[in-house]
Structures are given as C-alpha cells and as structure tokens.
C-alpha cells in the first residue's frame, strides 16, 4: 500500500510540475542568469556601489542582443530581398546546368523537375510579400515574449541582489556542524553554472571565429553576420551547430553552386566533429565536470520537457544535480565512518570526574 501512496504522490507531482511547466521555466531561467552574473556583479562590486554593479551588467545584457540583431537582421532582410528579386534567374541557372549534364537531364525529363522550380520561383517574390503582411499575426506571441523576458529580468535582478542575503539566511537555519558543507555546496554549485557560461561562450566564440576565416576564404558575403548567427546558435547543445551549418550552406547555394556549398559542407561536418571531440569535452570537463552520458540524457529531457531553453539550462542543472548527490554521498560517509569507530565517537565528551574524597 504504501508503494502505491508513493507511486500515485510522484504522479501527481510530475503532473503539477506539468501544469506549471511555463512558470518553472521562468524562474529555472532567471535562477540561471542570476547565477552567472553573480560573477560580473561582484567583479563591477570592487569599483562601485553593488546596486550600481547590477545596473551596469544587466544593461551589458540588454544591449549584447540588441547589437546582434541588429548585425544579423539588416543583411538576412537585404539577402531575402535579393533571392526574391533574382529567383528567376537562379532557376534558369539551374536549368542551364542540368541541361550541361546527362544524368540530371535524364532526371529531369522523367520527373520536370527544373520545370516546378521556375514555377515556384515566378511566384517567389508574391510570396515574400505575403510573408511580410503576414508578419502582423504574430504580434500575440511578440506581446508575450516580452512579458517573459522582462519577467525572467526581474526575477533575475532580485535573485541577484537578494540571493546572498537568502543564502545566509538558509546557512544560518541549518545545525552548526553542517553550515560548512551547506556553504561549499552553494559556492560550487555558482562555480559550476559561471564555469558552463563561460565554456559555451568560449566554444561559440571559436565557432564564430572560425566560420568568418572559412566564409571569408570562399568569398561569401555577409561573412561577419553568418559568423555571429553560427555563433550564437553553437550556444543551444547538441543541435546548434547543426542547425547554423544549414543555414549558412542554403546561402552558399547562391554563390557559385555546387563548389561553396561542398567546400562549406565539408567543413561544417568535420568541424562539428573536431568540435564534439575534442573543443567541447575539453571545455565542459574543466567547467562541469559531468560525464558526456550524463550531458546527453539531460539535454534529451531538458529539451523534451521544455524545449530550446531546456537543452541550455539542462548541463547547469545536471552539474548541480551532480555536486549535490556528491555532497550527500560524501555525508552518509562520514556518518558511517564515524559509526564504525565505536558509539564513542558520537557521544559529547564527559566532564571529568571531581575529587575522590579522603
């Protein structure tokens, strides 16, 4: 009976943790962020006032993702603009080479296929434009990601500015003989979070960089806005780097196909594997210090259960996860040690005996 109370009580918290599912992802989030601005925080701290230090960074924070829209948006806008205008002339291009080569044509008299993409390719630039009008059925959904980000911030901010006050408090509740432990869980626990940001952020600053070489070699344009879109997408594990690489090869289609596209593939592939084995486990064992299993199965679940910010926040909670298990493991041994050396051990010390009398 009482497996089934257990059984019956972790459903339904599994399924109240469902139901909130959105809030949880907020406050996970800010937890998050306010953990990995502690460290720039208490850096600005030694030079001035603390309130002022947060003020400072999250303005950085803010700003950082103004700049990159605002390298990334204006050519992918002028880029569309310019596949739209001259798709036309791309698939008559295309024709022009299937027609240069035997088996294509044979394809394509089977099947017409050059004939469906200069179909599509007429009706491209009505399409672009109903894709812009369409653009104004989003604004419910830009309404709430706002609400969310500025909720997330100022969430943030109190975690931030309340969080060792919070901290002190909780170490403080906690019998004497276990302060110390409690205070060395928290503190490797924001190790382990400033650890994780500053290795993804090291591992997509090298994707970044080494993108813009690459494009740069090959001559493709808007090799400073690709690099950064590459870059921050490297950010989201697992699927990240993939997802840039496709991105930046459907731009090369239009720049002297099929050889960029080839050479970019090629790259993107051998990259990611270099990236995986050696960049990347390099980085995340100094940072986290959490087996590569253990990485995959908590992206898998993070991702599953919260998407796109679960996969991010999934290795920073694995670490934390991890430091406490190690903490509590570390504890039961200690008490079995101390069981194992004689009840003596756990007793108080007696006081000594007074004076025999004559």
Known sequence: MRVVLIVVAVAITLYAIWLVRKPLEWIFIAGFLAIALTGPVNFLGRFMPRKLAIAATYLGLILIPVLLLAIIVPPIVREATDLAQKAPQYAQDV????????????????YGVVK????????LPNRIGDAASALGNVGVGLVNSIFALVTILILSIFLVSSGPIWTRKLVAMQPVEHRGRLERAFARVGQAV???VAGAVAQAFIAGVTTFIVLTIMGVPFAAPLAVMVGVLDLVPLVGATIGAILVAFVTVFQNFPTITIIWVVWAIVYQQVENSVIQ????????DVHPFGVLVAVLFGSTLFGIIGALLAIPIAATLQIGLREYLEYRREIRARVEEGPAILQPPQPPPGPTSP
């Open 95 to 110: 024709q022009n080479y299937v027609n240069n080569n035997k088996r294509l044509r044979k394809l394509d008299d089977d």
């Open 116 to 123: 469906k993409i200069k179909q599509e390719a007429q009706k």
């Open 194 to 196: 400033a650890s994780y």
């Open 281 to 288: 486990p390099q980085i995340q064992r100094r940072a986290v």
